[in-house]
């Protein structure tokens, strides 16, 4: 079996665990595996999906709204276009400091291969 256990995807989202086991219960958001001795193991398809919701929730999306974004788009599509958003408005507007944190949220909430694909190379 692959996978984290939660306590290692809490550190990476910078989520609680109690909110992890939550968003899990509450909405369906993640689907782990479970080990033989019943400890959850997410994938980083489930990581992707906290990143998601937390990029979203940051730009005012409600909660339930930004879950059901995050599910639905495997892609990250709308997190993705948010982020070019900004990094293209930065870089148009000649501001380095603005596109270096736009590059760095980018990388943070996509990780560094999805941020190159959705992010960088459009």
Same mark, same amino acid.
């Given at each position: 079996?692959?996978?984290?256990?939660? %306590?290692?995807?809490?550190?990476?989202?910078?989520?609680?665990?109690?909110?992890?086991?939550?968003?899990?219960?509450?909405?369906?958001?993640?689907?782990?595996?479970?080990?033989?001795? %019943?400890?959850?193991?997410?994938?980083?398809?489930?990581?992707?999906?906290?990143?998601?919701?937390?990029?979203?929730?940051?730009?005012?999306?409600?909660?339930?709204?930004?879950?059901?974004?995050?599910?639905?788009?495997?892609?990250?599509?709308?997190?993705?276009?948010?982020?070019?958003?900004? =990094?293209?408005?930065?870089?148009? %507007?000649?501001?380095?400091?603005?596109?270096?944190?736009?590059?760095?949220?980018?990388?943070q909430t996509l990780g560094?291969?999805?941020?190159? =694909?959705?992010?960088?190379?459009?």
């Open positions: 079996m692959r996978g984290i256990r939660i %306590g290692e995807l809490a550190r990476r989202t910078g989520l609680s665990v109690d909110v992890l086991r939550a968003w899990e219960r509450r909405f369906g958001l993640f689907q782990p595996q479970r080990t033989s001795s %019943g400890y959850r193991l997410y994938s980083e398809r489930d990581e992707r999906s906290a990143h998601d919701v937390i990029a979203l929730k940051a730009q005012g999306v409600p909660l339930a709204k930004a879950v059901a974004l995050a599910r639905d788009a495997p892609i990250h599509t709308h997190t993705a276009q948010v982020l070019i958003a900004r =990094v293209d408005d930065a870089v148009r %507007g000649l501001d380095p400091e603005t596109a270096r944190r736009a590059v760095a949220a980018a990388t560094v291969e999805a941020a190159m =694909v959705a992010v960088y190379l459009p």
